[in-house]
């Protein structure tokens, strides 16, 4: 599809308005994502205005054990909340001068832009805007100034999955038969990072974001209407379909330990796609510094030993890195 002049005026001078895949963003044959599958109808889609009905709880778990992801519709998230979140994600990556948008030089957010992504000397087809949101007061006062309107937006937003959050929290804690209160002490929304993939010559040939883990509890992702997300489940890359107003929930790294590794933290990665920019907006769900990441009581028996050592939060984000296949933490007792 041709970009219309002021799409591409807006994008002029950025490095994916180009014909053919630029060297540097061309993967080896081995990592490249090829030939896209089919979007995968199995990955489960749930309705969780019906929270209260035990087989939600039955559903969220079969999908958490078997896929360590699934999709959540009629959440409570109002549809225009969405909407203008994700406007005014576009209207910051669209500006010119991103570095324009700063706080009196106390900005906690960073901004990645066309090749500040490289691993092992590849770039990545990505922008990538991150703030922390923890505690949500202090922190939006240092977020971006421009476009205007992103804090009263962005913070309403944040505020909406930090109930979303525990909610979902609550269902799984009950699936695993924790103790009432086990989630009381978290966080809640620690970091925002959304993700601009502008539109691909070759999608073939590039990755948005390299195959991961997350390292969070759980992490809850927008991606509107554009599809991009691939989940690694019994090694197939399978694509996970964009459905309108659903939230994509995966679990991290730190909630398969306090399973004791009966749901999984999958690996992802996210692809390009040749016909339009792709927004996604990825909420990292995470414990306050001094909660213990370990295996819960309740699920340390004699017959299931603990099979994570515990380590403190604020030592597991030292010993962690969001991109890499394992963890410190991950290591088995
Ligand atoms: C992430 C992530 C996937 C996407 O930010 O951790 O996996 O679709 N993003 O952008
Ligand atoms: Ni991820």
């Not at 992802?268 to 990292?284: D, G, K, P, Q, W």
Request: net charge negative; proline share 8%; charged share 20%.
């Amino acid at each position: 599809m041709e970009m219309d002049s002021t799409a591409a005026a807006n994008y002029a001078s950025n490095w994916f308005n180009v014909q053919n895949v630029p060297k540097s963003y061309v993967f080896p044959e081995e990592v490249r994502p090829g030939e896209l599958p089919p979007v995968c109808h199995t990955l489960p889609v749930i309705d969780i205005t019906k929270s209260v009905q035990a087989d939600t709880v039955q559903h969220i778990m079969k999908a958490s054990r078997e896929f360590g992801f699934f999709q959540v519709i009629n959440h409570g998230v109002p549809a225009e909340i969405l909407l203008d979140t994700a406007k005014v994600l576009r209207d910051f990556f669209e500006m010119p001068e991103k570095e324009s948008s700063d706080s009196g030089g106390k900005r906690n957010w960073v901004y990645g832009g066309s090749t500040s992504f490289t691993r092992n000397g590849f770039d990545l087809w990505r922008e990538n805007l991150k703030h922390p949101c923890y505690p949500l007061k202090d922190c939006m006062e240092h977020w971006p100034e421009k476009p205007t309107g992103y804090r009263e937006v962005v913070s309403t937003y944040v505020t909406e999955v930090n109930k979303l959050g525990n909610t979902i929290l609550q269902l799984i804690s009950r699936g695993l038969g924790l103790e009432v209160g086990y989630f009381d002490g978290i966080s809640g929304v620690e970091i925002l990072s959304a993700n601009n993939y502008p539109p691909c010559p070759d999608p073939s040939l590039t990755l948005g974001v390299l195959k991961h883990h997350d390292p969070s509890l759980i992490t809850i992702l927008y991606q509107g209407n554009v599809p991009g997300l691939q989940v690694l489940k019994d090694g197939v890359w399978i694509s996970v379909g964009a459905i309108p107003n659903a939230f994509v929930v995966n679990i991290g790294n730190q909630l398969e330990i306090i399973s004791n590794g009966i749901v999984r933290s999958a690996l992802h990665r996210a692809v390009t796609n040749s016909s339009e920019a792709r927004l996604s907006i990825a909420a990292f769900i995470n414990p306050s510094p001094n909660f213990i990441v370990e295996p819960a009581q309740a699920l340390v028996t004699e017959l299931s030993p603990a099979q994570y050592k515990p380590t403190l939060y604020k030592e597991f984000v030292n010993g962690t890195n969001a991109f890499g296949p394992h963890t410190k933490a991950m290591q088995r007792a």
